[in-house]
């Protein structure tokens, strides 16, 4: 297995540009949420899907699109890059064991500059 | 949302047991207390998971005293390879109103 993969690793973006960042995993994981992490920060919620066809809001949101058509992929659109948005990006699946426990896996992050 | 509390940073040395604490006082009763791993430029990994009392894996205990207020990570015989960011999360999965939050993490840095 893959795990999580995240394309592009580096991105650098001009304000007011907009483009996609990809996550897939091959898991069959139900949920799938994206992070942003600022330089000597903890990780901080964006959006998150706890199946195909069903997301939600999480921390910070605005700014973000997200969209979940299969179990695979979910990709985070900046609709308007800003410079806040430099940032550390972070995908991640997970499954429920028992009760109300689970196991979150990550990918390896895709480093966004908007200049 | 459940807030943690971790210490900043933690000097250790090599083969010396290490414990970080972490305080999370709004704990809800479905929430689950997890580790996470992280090194510079890397995702966080999964280190250990518990609910209530003590849990071990080949890489570390989690305790967990009754009112679930707090919980302890411990990593024996540290080696130079665990420096690193430790994250505490308190959550339950995403859904249903819950959303799983990170606090700052703790830095440890192992010394030979």
């Known amino acids: 297995n893959a795990g999580v993969t995240q394309t592009p690793k580096f991105q650098v973006l001009k304000t007011g540009q907009s483009m996609t960042l990809q996550c897939a995993q091959d898991?069959?994981?139900?949920?799938m949420s994206w992070y942003r992490q600022d330089p000597g920060m903890g990780l901080r919620l964006i959006h998150y899907?706890?199946?195909?066809?069903?997301?939600d809001q999480g921390e910070v949101p605005n700014g973000y699109n997200v969209s979940r058509s299969t179990t695979e992929d979910f990709p985070l659109r900046l609709l308007s890059a800003a410079p806040s948005q430099t940032s550390v990006y972070f995908c991640?699946?997970?499954?429920?064991?028992?009760?109300?426990?689970?196991?979150?896996?990550f990918g390896p992050g895709t480093r966004l500059t908007v200049t | 949302l459940a807030k943690t509390t971790q210490p900043i940073s933690m000097d250790s040395y090599e083969g010396q047991e290490v414990n970080i604490t972490c305080s999370h006082n709004n704990i809800a009763t479905n929430d689950y207390i997890t580790w996470y791993q992280q090194f510079p430029s890397q995702g966080p990994r999964f280190i250990i998971q518990g609910y209530k009392t003590k849990v071990t894996n080949e890489v570390a205990s989690l305790f967990i005293p009754a009112d679930r207020k707090s919980s302890t990570l411990s990593l024996p015989r540290v080696s130079l390879s665990d420096t690193a960011v430790y994250y505490c999360?308190?959550?339950?999965?995403?859904?249903?109103?819950?959303?799983?939050?990170f606090g700052g993490g703790t830095r440890v840095l192992v010394k030979p």
């Open positions: 899907s706890v199946g195909a066809g069903i997301t």
């Open positions: 999360l308190v959550g339950a999965l995403p859904g249903a109103g819950n959303k799983l939050t």
């Open positions: 991640a699946s997970s499954y429920r064991g028992r009760g109300f426990s689970y196991e979150q896996y």
């Open positions: 898991m069959n994981h139900e949920y």
